[in-house]
């Protein structure tokens, strides 16, 4: 379900079955003459299609405007779009108590840009997994108060959290690949990895006539691409994305 089409007595009800809610996260970033600047955030929007044939999910409106940074091309004529992450965390965090006073507890990030190294964190995740918690320390202290954590109430903390249900589960970021893919699915910016996972969820976003116009060393596996590769790391990401949603949010 896409959460802007969404009426409100199906918004109780994605509430009351704890359902997935999704944000696509991503940025705007040159990859190459040969590919579409949004390829970072259309790989988790065009994943997230699919998903939607195969399970219960709502899926926000996806957020496009991260840390591209110009690491790869400076932006002018090329088209990367840089929001300094300093300035991503406070609205990820009015975001993210927005959807926890909607009554969301089972919602999920995903992101492509820059995750060859998730557990150390770059600026765009980093800067949403710090508003999340942020986000649910400060709807915890609204909704319960202060001192809610030492209340005689909470006594059974350390049991629910090893049992799943602790609120720091309410937000999740994760990346679209994980560690185990990238050891089985090339990891690269705009090479052959990334142009073929574009050819197979979103063909119109490549133009291989233009691969003859790349330079740059990182475009240099792009010609090699196919969209059948393409559909092994679809798989996989397919297979990574059920499970963490099928398993997530507490009862």
């Given amino acids: 379900m896409r959460y802007e089409l969404m009426l409100p007595h199906q918004i109780r009800r994605a509430i009351a079955e ?88 089972n919602i999920h990030v995903f992101i492509h840009h820059q995750t060859e190294n998730f557990s150390a964190g770059m600026p765009t995740d980093l800067a949403f997994r710090f508003a999340g918690r942020q986000a649910v320390v400060r709807f915890l202290e609204r909704e319960r108060g202060e001192g809610w954590w030492g209340n005689a109430k909470m006594a059974d903390y350390y049991a629910l959290h090893g049992a799943g249900d602790n609120p720091f589960n309410w937000i999740n970021v994760h990346p679209l690949m994980t560690q185990e893919i990238i050891s089985h699915y090339p990891f690269d910016h705009a090479g052959l990895g990334e142009t073929s996972l574009m050819m197979a969820l979103c063909p119109e976003a490549v133009d291989m006539d233009r691969c003859g116009a790349n330079k740059a060393w990182y475009t240099v596996t792009a010609k090699d691409a196919s969209a059948e590769t393409g559909r092994r790391g679809r798989d996989l990401i397919l297979e990574h994305m059920r499970a963490v949603l099928g398993s997530a949010g507490s009862p």
């Fill in 18 to 105: 704890n359902l997935p809610v999704v944000l696509p996260l991503g940025v705007l970033e040159y990859h190459g003459e040969h590919m579409a600047v949004g390829m970072d955030t259309l790989a988790v929007i065009r994943m997230l299609d699919l998903l939607e044939t195969q399970m219960d999910l709502v899926i926000l409106p996806p957020f496009h405007y991260g840390a591209a940074s110009y690491a790869v091309e400076p932006p002018e004529g090329n088209g990367s779009v840089q929001v300094d992450a300093g300035r991503l965390a406070p609205f990820a965090e009015e975001l993210f108590f927005g959807l926890l006073r909607v009554g969301f507890r």
